[in-house]
């Protein structure tokens, strides 16, 4: 029997989505939990990867199980119970046994988060800048993305990625009452690709760049190229799609 299960999590206390030794990550903890009410070894495959920090308000992963499950909802009550506040599972809904977490989703969507004043409570959800910003001139850059598709230039280096080509959907900032908000879909991402993105458009908003200079980072394809990787807590996984 396969099942995907659907939750959400604070990065803030962990080392990214994937299992690796010596660092608590949430693949590890809510692997922990799930083995300890189910009594058998559960291996989780997740829709991507979230770097250290990062924040989802809405993950997908598939596992396995011999025997089904009696109760759904009884045993998200269950995880939910055991496992930490910054964890929390929304529930678990059996799938095709050829469904795939990862492999599957069509799309995913970011959203990034900046914050133009102090605020005690979004302090770890948010990054705080000080200085002015063009959103417009952040708009009409981010809208050169969808002429793109190697993103070479925003991607974390000596990953094991077959290859950096992406098709973006939606990138747009947006703003929200204090909240300077920047949401882009895309069918993948590669790893540091959204914070790389981000402390790029931050450099046009401050006027330190150009439009003509970020589509010539776009197209060196060259990490060194592009500015500097936007903090992790201002960045939250959204939503997964997958075909209806």
Same mark, same amino acid.
């Given at each position: 029997?396969?099942?995907? $299960?659907?939750? @959400?999590?604070n ?12 660092a608590v990550?949430?693949?590890?903890t ?5 083995? !300890?009410?189910?009594r058998?070894?559960v291996? +989780? ?6 770097d ?5 308000k809405k993950?997908? %992963?598939h ?18 119970? +055991? ?9 678990i ?7 795939h977490a990862?492999?599957?989703?069509i799309s995913? !969507?970011? &959203?990034? #988060?900046? !914050? ?5 409570? #979004?302090?770890? +959800? ?10 417009? &001139?952040?708009?009409? @850059? ?6 793109? !598709? ?10 094991d990625?077959?290859t ?6 939606? %990138?747009?900032?947006? &703003?929200?009452?204090?909240? +300077? ?15 790389a993105i ?12 150009t ?5 010539? $980072? ?7 190229s %592009? ?18």
């Open positions: 029997m396969r099942y995907f $299960i659907y939750f @959400a999590y990065g803030t206390n962990y080392h990214g989505w994937q299992i690796q030794p010596n990550s949430v693949q590890s809510l692997t922990q939990a799930m083995e !300890t009410i189910l058998c070894t291996a +989780l495959t997740g829709a991507g990867r979230t250290t920090g990062v924040h989802a993950m997908t %992963a596992f396995d199980l011999e025997s089904p499950i009696s109760n759904h909802k009884q045993l998200v009550c269950q995880l939910n119970n +055991l496992l930490p506040y910054d964890i929390s599972v929304f529930s809904e059996e799938v095709a046994f050829d469904a990862r492999f599957d989703a995913r !969507t970011y &959203k990034y #988060y900046i !914050t133009t004043e102090k605020d005690p409570f #979004y302090h770890e +959800l948010s990054a705080k800048i000080s200085f002015p910003l063009d959103i417009e &001139k952040m708009n009409e @850059a981010a809208s050169t993305l969808f002429e793109y !598709t190697d993103f070479t230039s925003f991607s974390k280096l000596h990953t990625a077959k950096n080509n992406c098709k973006i959907m939606k %990138a747009v900032w947006e &703003k929200e009452g204090p909240f +300077l908000i920047f949401t882009i879909q895309a069918d993948r991402f590669l790893r540091n690709m959204v914070r981000v402390g790029t458009l931050i450099d046009i908003g401050r006027g330190k760049m439009i003509e200079k970020f589509r010539q $980072i776009i197209e060196k394809k060259d990490r060194c %592009a500015g500097s990787s936007a903090p992790a807590q201002g960045l939250f996984l959204v939503d997964v799609e997958y075909p209806h």
